[in-house]
């Protein structure tokens, strides 16, 4: 019986056995060679699953410190340029209830250094500030400044607020990129939990 190839497998076709006789010895052969290719395509599925799973308990690592490093990654490092800073955007405007969104996200970042935390905050709402401001160092508050409605098509009346969303994201990704000079952010909104 022929199976498929797989991945990693070495395939070779089916040779006549010339050890045995008739049709008894062929097929020995046939059975020893596809032995041998399952058993190579095992072999380097094994070797491939191997490398997934080192680079899994590397991540690992990481996450279960906190941000922590062992000392090879710190000797890789200290060879190579500093780890990039990714700043989390969160996206706010009237919901006091940001709170639980930023209480997860300092809870769970692994390194307030490499994640730090910046909210941009539209609609001017004063509950939904003092919140964010009681966090104090641990994150940047930013407000943006146009709170001015936006002329739109009288038949686009009704999506006035996505106009206003889509304003406010490109003023805060605009402020994250060219203002604070990071080159990749992770953006989030007000009502992650």
């Given at each position: 019986?022929?199976?498929?190839?797989?991945?990693?497998?070495?395939?070779?076709?089916?040779?006549?056995?010339?050890?045995?006789?008739?049709?008894?010895?062929g097929q020995?052969?046939?059975?020893?060679?596809?032995?041998?290719?399952?058993?190579?395509?095992?072999?380097?599925?094994?070797?491939?699953?191997?490398?997934?799973?080192?680079?899994?308990?590397?991540?690992?690592?990481?996450?279960?410190?906190?941000?922590?490093?062992?000392?090879?990654?710190?000797?890789?490092?200290?060879?190579?340029s500093a780890?990039?800073?990714?700043?989390?955007?969160?996206?706010?405007?009237?919901?006091?209830?940001?709170?639980?969104?930023?209480?997860?996200?300092?809870?769970?970042?692994?390194?307030?250094?490499?994640?730090?935390?910046?909210?941009?905050?539209?609609?001017?709402?004063?509950?939904?500030?003092?919140?964010?401001?009681?966090?104090?160092?641990?994150?940047?508050?930013?407000?943006?400044?146009?709170?001015?409605?936006?002329?739109?098509?009288?038949?686009?009346?009704?999506?006035?607020?996505?106009?206003?969303?889509?304003?406010?994201?490109?003023w805060a990704?605009?402020?994250?990129?060219?203002?604070?000079?990071?080159?990749?952010?992770?953006?989030?909104?007000?009502?992650?939990?």
């Amino acid at each position: 019986m022929r199976r498929p190839s797989t991945q990693g497998a070495l395939d070779t076709p089916d040779k006549p056995d010339k050890t045995g006789d008739g049709d008894g010895g062929g097929q020995l052969g046939n059975l020893m060679n596809e032995v041998m290719r399952v058993a190579n395509a095992f072999e380097a599925e094994l070797e491939s699953q191997k490398k997934i799973l080192l680079q899994i308990q590397n991540h690992w690592a990481v996450w279960e410190n906190k941000g922590g490093v062992t000392a090879a990654k710190q000797k890789s490092q200290a060879k190579h340029s500093a780890p990039a800073v990714i700043p989390i955007l969160v996206i706010a405007c009237n919901r006091v209830t940001v709170k639980r969104c930023l209480d997860k996200l300092i809870e769970h970042r692994p390194s307030a250094e490499l994640y730090p935390i910046i909210v941009s905050q539209d609609c001017g709402h004063a509950e939904t500030s003092d919140v964010i401001a009681s966090y104090g160092s641990q994150l940047t508050h930013i407000k943006q400044p146009d709170l001015s409605d936006i002329a739109v098509p009288s038949q686009h009346k009704k999506f006035q607020g996505y106009y206003k969303i889509s304003r406010h994201y490109h003023w805060a990704l605009n402020q994250v990129f060219n203002t604070f000079s990071y080159s990749a952010a992770v953006v989030v909104e007000d009502d992650l939990e």
